[in-house]
Nanobody, 119 residues
């Protein structure tokens, strides 16, 4: 069972930066990509950014130009560099990984890390 552990969340003022990390407990074979999602109070979980196994990145419109997703395959770690943070970025950020094999996809989620941006 793959375990994902996020870190790097915290409190920051608007305009500041944070870098989130997500460490996987093992190499994810047959990976269908990894990503970051977030959930603000009273709202549904939403996609922030995903990166495919070949490194192609996709971003939500709300974070384009401010956030950068990256991965270190040697360390089984996913990152999210967040710059120019806004109060609306306040949420719990979750890391997701998936594995797909013989048509079956299994998703793994981290426990989440809180990001709070104050004005």
């Amino acid at each position: 069972q793959v375990q994902l552990v996020e870190s790097g969340g915290g409190s920051v003022q608007a305009g500041g930066s944070l870098k989130l990390s997500c460490a996987a407990s093992e190499y994810i074979s047959n990976s269908c990509g990894m990503g970051w999602y977030r959930q603000a109070p009273g709202k549904e979980r939403e996609l922030v950014s995903i990166i495919s196994s070949d490194g192609a990145a996709t971003y939500a419109d709300s974070v384009k130009g401010r956030f950068t997703i990256s991965q270190d395959n040697a360390k089984n770690t996913l990152y999210l560099q967040m710059n120019s943070l806004k109060t609306e970025d306040t949420a719990v950020y979750y890391c997701k990984a998936c594995r797909k094999w013989v048509g079956v996809q299994v998703n793994y989620w981290g426990q989440g890390t809180q990001v709070t941006v104050s004005s």
